[in-house]
């Protein structure tokens, strides 16, 4: 079975400045993927950043990246210079090769303040 | 482009109504999903199709009843609901196999469905 544990229910920062969502996993398989979604109030889920198990190098888009630590297995978001914008549920999630189900965590609340 | 578009963005039914779900993507993705989220919650995965053939139902109740008609339509179909039962729902798509370790699902803007 696998897990995502998201440990931080809500977060504030201040815009223009960086940000860090942690997220950590737990599987047993060797090959996964892991993904990080926004969800703003409107409802929609926005793909954000995808880490394969196997690359070395950290994903990065834009002002999205994640900071994967495999032995560790965390796979946390950083995003630099926030905007208001960037308000909005964001959910760590991972899904084994082999199945279908993309794992979520409970998410974490993030508030971008002027 | 990466848009799914789900129909209708808001729907209040009575618990003897019939309604319909639609979800629609021009992607050529061949994996779509259905999901369903309550308020506050991460989403829950209901029913998975694969190349338009339903592999997987999430124990999901017969009170839904998915349809895929093709390869770009995803329909919700909703008979005798439960007030239990409003929720966001959210339809995805993925480009080919769901069971890809490196499928990336993207989600439609979801149905907030009110069952009264």
């Known amino acids: 079975a696998q897990k995502i544990t998201q440990t931080q229910p809500g977060m504030f920062v201040q815009e223009k400045e960086a940000v860090t969502l942690d997220c950590t996993y737990d599987?047993?398989?060797?090959?996964?993927?892991l993904f990080w979604y926004k969800q703003p109030s409107s409802g929609e889920m926005i793909f954000l950043i995808y880490?394969?198990?196997?690359?070395?190098q950290n994903a990065t888009e834009g002002r999205y990246s994640l900071n994967f630590q495999k032995a560790r297995k965390s796979a946390n978001l950083v995003i630099s210079a926030s905007q208001l914008g960037d308000s909005a549920m964001y959910f760590c999630a991972m899904k084994p090769s082999g199945y279908s189900t993309l794992t979520f965590g409970k998410g974490t609340m993030l508030l971008v303040s002027p | 482009d990466t848009e799914v578009t789900q129909t209708p963005k808001h729907l209040v039914m009575g618990m003897t109504n019939k309604k319909s779900l639609k979800c629609e993507q021009h992607m050529g993705h061949r994996a779509m999903y259905w999901y369903k989220q309550k308020a506050k919650k991460p989403p829950e995965l209901m029913f998975v199709y694969s190349y338009e053939k339903l592999s997987i139902n999430e124990s999901v109740p017969s009170r839904f009843s998915p349809e895929c008609p093709n390869s770009s339509l995803l329909n919700l179909h909703l008979h005798a609901l439960q007030p239990e039962d409003s929720a966001l729902y959210l339809c995805?798509?993925?480009?080919?196999?769901?069971?890809?370790?490196?499928?990336?699902?993207?989600f439609g803007s979801g149905t907030q469905l009110s069952v009264l």
């Open positions: 599987t047993s398989d060797q090959s996964y993927g």
């Open positions: 995805a798509s993925s480009q080919q196999k769901p069971s890809g370790g490196n499928e990336k699902l993207f």
């Open positions: 880490q394969g198990s196997y690359d070395e």
